[in-house]
């Protein structure tokens, strides 16, 4: 059974940084082909891709969030980070981590966290 | 505003059939690449419903498919039911962005 779970802080001010934890499980970053990825959405709003990192540690990133964004993984504790700087109110939203198949779609997501930042 | 492009609302009698299209552009839908769909019901995470042309999940009902012809995609659902009020997203993947995109979403009303 494919489980990811989001962790983190639940409020944080502008301008400091954020840092979520996705912790998963059924699966394993070590496995050639596998990824974890970060969605976010803004309450009422859309969904917006953020980040991606696979097994073999590549990485990508939104093009208009790149320079705010860092995503990393920890097989061994199964879990991934992805920091965002300079937090911006606009950027509250609920933030979701997902698992990507074959790099085409996301069939198991995480429940999400919702971040909401204070001005 | 998001790269591939979905009516905000659309609405249906139960029993009907209703389509909610995504258009996008040469660099994503038009390149080539498939179109998924997700279904995300009020506070909950969005969840896969289609993926490409027409692989459907596990216990997604063989009510819903999908369609892609050139720059745009097509979900459609017939037998409408109350429990299929929703909000729909297409996915793709954009050669042009490197990047994995979405549409705005189409809001599901069961009238």
């Known amino acids: 059974q494919i489980t990811l779970k989001e962790s983190g802080p639940t409020v944080v001010k502008a301008t400091q940084t954020l840092t979520l934890t996705c912790t998963f499980s059924g699966f394993s970053l070590s496995t050639s082909g596998v990824g974890v990825s970060w969605i976010r959405q803004p309450p009422g709003k859309a969904l917006e891709w953020l980040a991606l990192i696979y097994w073999d540690d590549d990485k990508r990133y939104s093009p208009s969030l790149k320079s705010r964004l860092t995503i990393t993984k920890d097989p061994s504790k199964n879990q991934v980070v992805l920091t965002m700087t300079n937090m911006d109110p606009v950027d509250t939203a609920t933030y979701y981590c997902?698992?990507?198949?074959?790099?085409?779609?996301?069939?198991?997501w995480g429940q999400g966290t919702l971040v909401t930042v204070s001005s | 505003q998001s790269v591939l492009t979905q009516p905000p609302s659309v609405s249906g009698a139960p029993g009907q059939k209703i389509t909610i299209s995504c258009t996008g552009t040469s660099s994503n839908i038009g390149a080539g690449y498939d179109v998924h769909w997700y279904q995300q019901f009020q506070g909950t995470a969005p969840k896969l419903l289609i993926s490409g042309t027409g692989n459907r999940p596990s216990g997604v009902p063989d009510r819903f498919s999908g369609s892609k012809s050139g720059t745009s995609a097509s979900l459609a659902i017939t037998g409408l039911q109350a429990e299929d009020e929703a909000d729909y997203y297409c996915?793709?993947?954009?050669?042009?962005?490197?990047?994995?995109?979405f549409g705005g979403g189409t809001k599901l009303t069961v009238l």
């Open positions: 997902a698992r990507p198949y074959n790099s085409i779609y996301f069939d198991y």
């Open positions: 996915q793709s993947y954009d050669s042009g962005l490197s990047a994995w995109v």
